[in-house]
């Protein structure tokens, strides 16, 4: 079983609406968390890293939210639009591991 | 199910040598990814092929180099090694016809003495 996992596996949206991505781990001790969007070859782009401390934060449409305690994680997509359209993936540092997970594949319709 | 495999595991080479990583993805996964995490950091994106082309090029060195081949195996090589070259390589596989599934693979740890 995999020490971070994603859901759901994939989604589809229609433009305009939003969606919340779900990351789950077990990775201890914990460092922090970035989320990443990436595209099909291309390289990942973080879009928030959050530590312990931290609850929630802001990157323009998207919010991630950290619980530390249920050791859960999710990434609000506020609006989407068709450019969305994207891998998501959660990335949990710990000591000295770094465990990725499967990523969320989302697909944003007109 | 099988997964990513990268190979050596652990490599310990000498500044100024060569050294040459490899990774195995998933089998029908046509995308291949490197990425380099230094100690203490955050992982770094390097490169990725998708069906055998060059696809997209982070902050790789000039020194290293890669490739996928035909078997969509890829190979990192990385030339001139500096202490700072020392760390965690991970590879990815993924299918740009799958709706989900990037399987990484657990690393390649090379030590610059």
């Known amino acids: 079983k995999n020490q971070v996992e994603q859901s759901p596996q994939s989604l589809i949206i229609l433009e305009g609406k939003n969606c919340t991505l779900q990351c789950n781990y077990t990775v201890s001790p914990f460092s922090n968390l970035r989320w990443y969007k990436q595209d099909t070859g291309r390289g990942p782009v973080s879009l928030t890293i959050m530590t312990f401390s931290e609850n929630t934060k802001s990157n323009g449409r998207y919010t991630a939210t950290l619980d530390a305690d249920t050791k859960q994680s999710s990434l609000h997509i506020t609006a989407s639009q068709l450019s969305d359209s994207a891998s998501y993936i959660c990335?949990?540092?710990?000591?000295?591991?770094?465990?990725f997970g499967a990523g969320t594949r989302l697909f944003v319709k007109a | 199910a099988a997964g990513v495999i990268q190979s050596p595991r652990h490599l310990i080479k000498e500044k100024r040598e060569t050294a040459t990583l490899k990774c195995y993805p998933i089998p029908r996964h046509d995308t291949v990814y490197w990425y380099q995490q230094g100690p203490g950091q955050d992982p770094q994106f390097l490169i990725s092929f998708y069906e055998k082309m060059q696809s997209d090029k982070g902050s790789i060195p000039d020194r290293f180099s890669a490739q996928q081949f035909s078997d969509y195996h890829s190979e990192l090589n990385m030339s001139s090694l500096e202490l700072g070259d020392s760390a965690l390589y991970f590879c990815a596989s993924s299918s740009g016809r799958e709706t989900y599934g990037y399987t990484f693979g657990s690393g390649t740890r090379l030590t610059v003495v």
């Open positions: 990335v949990v540092r710990g000591g000295f591991k770094t465990i």
